[in-house]
């Protein structure tokens, strides 16, 4: 025998900042990579999320939007130094056919990164106002962010499409319990490498690989996740997850971009996708003394 | 700076018996409160399908008012289908031609304001002094408001085009009938969508009334339809499958039965629900204003208030003081006539609403609460209930978590601001806070962390069409007022669609 064996990865959830296997022990071979384990995670991984993803919502939330924006653009540096590697799990996870592509779409994502970056601190500008109230009061309506937030990524693509609903949810202070691509999660699960490495804080990003079928439920129903954006799956059972959401009044919306209209820079940089995942609130205060 | 804390009450006046108010009706013979108006579909009154009528009762009396028509599933099809045909005319009118009907509607609003408080009053049992001098102001205000938001949807909303929904079915609650029709309507209507609207089973003279206005001001024919009765058909309204979105206020129970049918649907939704709002009173705070303030926060309306300061939590250092006083404050609320000028407490909405509210001071009374009621006089008929103040409750009895909806204040503690916020945000609802200090930059930290969609500061239960209302967590999502209750009316190609 000669020449190099090479060092294979093993792919595990990313989980309050930290890399554990599913704590059911179970995996799968998900169908673009047939030759690769990932974690199939379970109902108690996702519960185990939202406990990180609750203590690390305070922190995230009141964080400067300034300071959330100069994290955002460094998960953007990070990804852009990780580019290659980056597109080679997409054509190892079998979401991309061709290298060229797969960077296309990661660059894609750095890009859309960066502009989110850029909005953190213009969302009070942008959706924020103050009232000419009848009287003497003082009044004015901010934005913050809804809580934790379940995310289900597209199938394809799996880096591009998991960014395009991640951030619009993270950028205003949200933070996020994702569903990688259930075919081709090897790319969303490196992305939780990404995150580690550049100082979004544990717990505000959990990367779960699995079941959309069997954790779908789960997301919807868990009472200390306030909203849920999902990219469109088989409709019956995202109007299933719709129905269970509605016992914690959740906010819900769904993603129907084609697996292509992910591409178009436009499509994906919209400022009505971060809208609902905030809440407005309206602060009064008289002005006269008397 | 008031401070209770090293003050002597003031002197307590009592004259006995010996001088009361002579009563001060408004007089209300003159208006009219037409028996069988019938729903209103496609411009016109029209009787319900199926022939049946209820009677609308005077909470204040119980006695009958007017008949009011029980529509049934045909004629929730009938609505919708006459909103389905004038929603194209209706959208592709020029906003400064809808700007201009929802002007004249303001108008004729502001006309006929009298004649309304009082028909609100009657039908409703709130004190005229609130119909006429909160509740009318407010509902001519949002239809001038939204008047002018009809022509300037482009500014709104930059960077992207703005479509209405289509037929927005809407169904709201009993405690301002009028002013939550006139919340739901005017952006509805200015955005340039067609409406089914359904109000409450006890309380539709008020929005029937409307649609005579509707009518003087020449609004195309089905561009706004109401259909009235019972549950069932606001649950057929919600369930109509050629219904673009809906728009309800009311409980969070039924706002979550309302979540669960449209579900799937692609129906665009916006709730705006229950809450059980947190009101802090803290030892630098201007303690007389701040017992005016609670007192407004609880009481106003019967505290039929979605939004109403139901838990009051006083800073220990001066909770017995401020006890003190807002006891000998409530002893000065005058419950009775609803139309008469001097009153501060009407008559509780309904027998079903009183019997809710019996039920859940009652329990606090058995777990060991304390009940205090002032020594006042109640009317014989009707449905009445004394303002109440209870204390000695653990942050689990049903008073601390479930709402009311009535005229009863829960009272707790708290040492330090992060136990306020606490306390504060332990509950399912996050609907309003009250906040009373001296102190700007404590306002400005704690109004950040309480989990509320209004945050009143040194003032409560204000108002305004432009300002954003609504609630986070169980109290729904969506905001009524400005242009964030804009938002809830009008959609984008591209934009995340409902699920």
């Known amino acids: 025998m000669s020449g190099r064996i090479d060092v294979s990865k093993t792919y595990k959830l990313y989980v309050g900042g930290a890399f554990p296997r599913s704590e059911s022990g179970r995996t799968y071979t998900p169908a673009g990579a047939p030759g690769v384990n990932v974690c199939r995670a379970s109902r108690k991984d996702l519960r185990d999320a939202v406990v990180a993803a609750r203590g690390a919502f305070g922190g995230w939330a009141r964080r400067d939007a300034y300071n959330r924006g100069q994290i955002l653009y460094r998960l953007a540096e990070m990804l852009e130094t990780r580019k290659a590697a980056l597109a080679a799990e997409l054509v190892a996870g079998g979401s991309v056919a061709d290298h060229a592509e797969a960077l296309r779409e990661v660059e894609a994502t750095v890009d859309l990164c960066v502009w989110h970056a850029g909005l953190a601190d213009k969302l009070n500008p942008l959706l924020g106002s103050q009232t000419d109230a009848s009287g003497p009061f003082f009044v004015f309506s901010t934005v913050e962010p809804t809580g934790v937030i379940g995310v289900v990524a597209p199938e394809r693509p799996a880096l591009l499409g998991l960014c395009a609903l991640l951030l619009p949810v993270l950028v205003s202070g949200n933070v996020a319990i994702a569903l990688c691509s259930e075919s081709s999660p090897l790319a969303g699960l490196a992305l939780g490498e990404v995150c580690a490495s550049s100082d979004v804080p544990a717990g505000v990003v959990a990367l779960l690989s699995g079941h959309r079928a069997e954790l779908l439920a789960e997301l919807a129903k868990h009472r200390a996740i306030d909203g849920l954006l999902l990219a469109a799956g088989d409709a019956a059972a995202d109007a299933e997850a719709a129905r269970l959401a509605a016992d914690s009044v959740k906010r819900v919306r769904r993603c129907t971009l084609s697996a292509a209209g992910y591409a178009e820079p436009a499509a994906v940089r919209r400022l009505d996708w971060v809208e609902p995942f905030v809440e407005v609130k309206t602060l009064w205060h008289p002005v006269s003394a008397r | ?90 959208r592709a009118l020029p906003g400064e031609h809808r700007a201009r009907y929802l002007f004249r509607i303001a108008r004729l609003l502001q006309e006929r304001a009298r004649e309304l408080a009082i028909l609100e009053s009657l039908d409703g049992g709130k004190p005229i002094r609130e119909s006429r001098d909160v509740d009318l102001p407010l509902v001519a205000a949002h239809f001038f408001h939204h008047a002018g938001w009809a022509d300037k949807l482009e500014l709104a909303f930059p960077g992207r085009a703005v479509e209405p929904y289509g037929v927005v079915g809407q169904v709201i609650p009993w405690n301002f009938p009028l002013l939550m029709a006139a919340w739901k309507l005017a952006p509805a209507l200015c955005c340039g969508n067609t409406v089914v609207l359904k109000p409450a089973e006890t309380s539709s003279l008020t929005a029937l009334a409307l649609c005579e206005i509707l009518q003087q001001a020449e609004l195309p024919p089905g561009v706004v339809n109401v259909v009235t009765g019972d549950g069932r058909v606001g649950a057929a309204l919600v369930r109509h499958p050629d219904v673009d979105k809906v728009a309800f206020t009311g409980s969070t129970e039924v706002g979550k039965e309302i979540q669960r049918a449209v579900a799937g649907t692609g129906k665009g939704l916006t709730l705006e629900l229950g809450g059980k709002a947190a009101h802090l009173v803290f030892e630098d705070a201007a303690l007389d204003s701040a017992v005016e303030g ?93 303002p109440t103040v209870v204390t000695r409750l653990g942050h689990v009895d049903r008073l601390m978590r479930e709402e009311v909806f009535g005229p009863v204040l829960a009272v707790a503690t708290f040492r330090h601001p992060d136990e306020a916020v606490d306390k504060a945000n332990d509950t399912a609802y996050g609907l309003s806070a009250g906040i009373w200090t001296d102190k700007g930059s404590r306002i400005l930290d704690l109004a950040g962390r309480i989990r509320a969609g209004v945050v009143w500061n040194n003032t409560f239960n204000r108002f305004d069409p432009g300002a954003a209302f609504g609630g986070m967590r169980e109290s729904g999502f969506g905001r009524e007022g400005g242009r964030a209750g804009l938002s809830a009316y009008v959609r984008s190609a591209g934009g995340l669609a409902a699920p």
Request: hydrophobic letters at 45%; proline letters at 7%.
């Open chain 2, 294 to 386: 609670v007192v407004r926060g609880i009481f106003f309306n019967q505290g039929h208030v979605c939004c109403a300061g139901s838990r009051l939590l006083l800073q220990e250092s001066i909770a017995e003081p401020f006890l003190a006083a807002l006891r000998r404050r409530v002893e000065r609320i005058r419950v009775g006539d609803p139309l008469d000028k001097n009153t501060d407490m009407g008559a509780i909405h309904s027998a079903a609403q009183l019997a809710r509210i019996e039920e859940l001071v009652a329990d606090a009374r058995a777990h060991g609460a304390e009940v205090w009621q002032p020594d006042c006089a109640l009317p014989g008929d009707g449905n009445w209930f004394p």
């Open chain 2, 1 to 90: 700076m008031t401070d209770a804390t090293d003050r002597s009450p003031a002197p307590r006046l009592s004259f006995g018996g010996a001088w009361s108010y002579d009563p001060a009706p408004e007089a209300s013979d003159w208006v009219d409160r037409r028996d069988r108006r019938g729903l209103f579909i496609a411009g016109a009154f029209t009787a319900p399908a199926g022939g049946v009528w209820f009677d609308s009762l005077n909470p204040a009396t119980g006695a009958p008012l007017a008949a009011v028509a029980q529509a049934d599933a045909s004629d929730v099809d009938r609505a919708v289908a006459a909103a389905r045909a004038a929603a194209p005319g209706w």
